[in-house]
């Protein structure tokens, strides 16, 4: 199994490669997760990743671990102005989150699979997707769309803490950590995301509603659209997505303990 959170090539791009890389699934999963700020994919990734080893490849995290490395950033004009568009809400250009992706192709036929987190977020980028996974031989088995009302994606937005140290990601409300600002896992401090102040809400939540109509007229056309609701808990709502996948016929057995136990040498 690839080392679990071990997404440098993702992260860097170019000839970065993954630690370590174990034994691939028998039947990698290929899926995208959909849904507005703050609904809470980077929390199902997780459970996602943890129950199916797919590679969790979020685009926003690229961007944000560009900003952790300035020397990086600044030396290229591109990433600072993806980085100056995301600090404000607006989605970062297609043109520079097409290239992001088209330097990262090897990450797209992973033996291990992937889950797309944060793309595509318009027609273009989904169109672009489609040729990408032509050119190198996955089809997508599922697109989960997470649906929430706007009032509790608001409310998971603004009480989201995130440690500066270890990158976990906590809640005021849903997910406190056992002393105020202070990561649980590493004891590092919390701080709120800027683009999580509510003017820059506003405008990611105004930025989705006018993107992603087509994004989802795309995937539905295609027959690979599952809508989630993602109101409930966390267990909840990965409860949701995982009847979609059953549903799917895809054999329980995949899961990477079931994966494990069969190729475990008889006792
Ligand atoms: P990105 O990082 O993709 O952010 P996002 O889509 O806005 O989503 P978030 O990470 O904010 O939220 P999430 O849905 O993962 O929720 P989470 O699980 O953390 O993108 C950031 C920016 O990068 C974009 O705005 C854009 O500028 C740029 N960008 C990225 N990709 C791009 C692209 N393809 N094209 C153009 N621009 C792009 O949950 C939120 C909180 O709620 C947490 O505190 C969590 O603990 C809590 N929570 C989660 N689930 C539950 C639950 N069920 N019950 C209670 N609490 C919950």
Redesign the pocket.
Known sequence: MLRKGDRTAWLKGGRATCIAPGPFPKRPWYLVLL???????????DKLVETYGACHL???????AACRNPCEAADSPVMRA?LD??AR??????E??IEIIRERIRCLHCMHGFLL??????VE?ARVLDQLLEQVGPRLDAVIL?D?PEE?IIQ??S???VCRRCKA???V???PTRVDGICDNCGGELFL?D??RPESVKV?LD??RNTIGPVIDHYRDSGVLHVVD?????E??FANIRAVLEAEGRPWEKTLDEAAARQAPPA
Do not use: C, N
């Open positions: 849904g507005p700020p703050g609904v809470g994919k980077g929390t199902q990734a979020s685009t926003g995290e690229i961007f944000r993806a568009a995301m809400g607006e989605l970062v250009s297609d520079i989150v987190d944060g793309f595509p977020r318009t980028q997470l929430a509790v998971r937005l009480g989201r803490r990601s906590w809640h409300q849903y997910k995301r683009d999580d990611r930025a989705y993602a109101s409930g808990s966390p909840q709502v």
